[in-house]
């Protein structure tokens, strides 16, 4: 656990997570920090409390009493998100005290209600509302509805400036002893960007409208601090995550970086040749190639590369009528995403019927997906040179159609 003083009386602690599958089904190479924040006036207020991801807040407890505070002290818990990893702690602190005052959205009262009981003091706060705590802290309190619950909201400490932001503004990576982002090396700068991307999509894209409307509220903001529940901390250049943010919006979108994701399944080996053919087009092109083999890649990777590439290859072979299935699965978790607009190459093996293809141009309308795809190559058996000539051409119009997208 990190514990810091950001700032007169204002602290963070920060636990590491790792060997976990966040939301039960994303698998993070790099773990996740969860961030918990004290605001220490006349009266206290816990912003995001979190410490203890299965309800064991005792290590809060402990490190409370570091600087301090005891648990009984804490007069209100702000929830920015009612998610039980940031307030399930809520479950035990109930029952070692019981004169604290929940602060919340009006969407936020019937979420605590239903899991944490009807006996709790709830303020429900609006837009601008303020709470003097005392000794010169105010905060005041702004919702973003859907980001990526209906309740969220952020926080802002008026005399500090610090931004409070939960899920908003978050990334994936543990944080060894650097939290701010003036304090990274050039190496944790490019994982925590890179844990920001493979945050945002498994997370928050399919609510990238919404993001962008909070987006638009932060910054109504003066603000000199960024601390969100997840990740580092932004203090020497809040915009940073900012522009970032706003660029995940347009990778959501079909817009993305100058490289090929390459989504690819094979039983015997006959699309995988050509998948091998296709991705010494693109090095040779001198485009930077994802390769994700179905099924051994995670969720996380293939949503996170994808999101991120302007461009998809999708390579697999026909099966019992239709496309390889983890490769169709795959592309059917793309849709729940609502990852729009990419643009895209199929091709694929078949033995006596394609149907890899017709399934594909389902699961794509089925969504609204809306990719925009050049000519498809399907070869029988293995891939003739002819064939090969083809998946070339339409490489090359891949890399054209890619041009205006490239941010
Ligand atoms: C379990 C299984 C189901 C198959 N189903 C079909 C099919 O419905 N239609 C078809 O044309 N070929 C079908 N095939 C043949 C494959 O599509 C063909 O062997 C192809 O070359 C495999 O390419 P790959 O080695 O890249 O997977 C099937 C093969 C297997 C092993
Ligand atoms: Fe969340
Ligand atoms: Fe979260």
């Not at 918990?36 to 407890?61: C, F, H, M, Q, R």
Request: aromatic residues 12%.
């Amino acid at each position: 656990m990190i514990k810091k003083e950001l700032t007169n009386d204002i602290y963070m602690f920060s636990m590491n997570l790792e060997d976990l599958l966040f939301e039960s089904m994303w698998e993070l190479p790099h773990g996740v920090t969860m961030n918990s924040y004290i605001v220490k006036g006349e009266k206290t207020a816990i912003i995001d409390g979190v410490i203890g991801w299965n309800g064991v807040p005792e290590t809060l407890y402990e490190i409370l009493g570091e600087i301090d505070i005891s648990p009984d002290d804490i007069d209100y818990v702000v929830i920015n998100h009612m998610e039980p990893d940031h307030s399930g702690w809520i479950e035990d602190f109930k029952q070692i005290k019981d004169d604290f005052t929940i602060i919340t959205t009006e969407k936020g009262k019937p979420l605590v209600e239903a899991f944490y009981g009807d006996d709790l003091t709830i303020k429900v706060v609006q837009e601008g509302d303020s709470l003097a705590l005392g000794n010169g802290k105010e905060l005041t309190f702004h919702p973003i509805p859907n980001v990526h619950w209906p309740e969220t909201m952020v926080t802002y400490e008026t005399t500090s400036k610090i931004l409070f932001t939960c899920d908003m503004y978050g990334a994936f990576g543990t944080i060894d002893q650097h939290i701010f982002d003036d304090e990274m090396t050039p190496e944790e700068t490019q994982l925590y960007e890179a844990e920001s991307v493979r945050y945002f999509s498994n997370v928050l894209t399919t609510f990238s409208p919404m993001v962008k409307r909070a987006i638009t509220k932060t910054k109504e903001l003066d603000i000199k601090m960024i601390a969100p529940g997840h990740g580092p901390l932004y203090r020497d250049n809040p915009n940073k995550i900012i522009e970032d943010y706003t660029t995940y919006t347009k990778y959501a979108s079909g817009f993305g970086k100058k490289e090929v994701t390459i989504l690819w399944g094979s039983m015997y080996g006959s699309t995988k040749r050509a998948v091998e053919y296709a991705e010494k087009i693109l090095k040779d092109a001198g485009v930077k190639v994802n390769l994700l083999r179905l099924p051994y890649a995670t969720e996380s990777d293939i949503v996170t590369n994808v999101f991120r590439s302007a461009g998809v290859i999708i390579a697999a072979s026909t099966y019992e009528y239709r496309m390889f299935p983890p490769v169709a699965h795959a592309i059917d978790e793309l849709g729940r995403k609502k990852i729009t607009n990419k643009q895209a190459l199929y091709f694929g093996s078949y033995g006596w019927n394609p149907g890899a293809e017709r399934d594909l141009n389902n699961i794509l309308d089925n969504y609204r997906m809306k990719w925009q795809f050049v000519e498809p190559v399907n070869f029988a058996g293995e891939a003739t040179p002819d064939k090969l000539k083809e998946i070339k051409q339409q490489i090359n119009l891949l890399l054209e159609n890619m041009q205006e997208k490239l941010l």
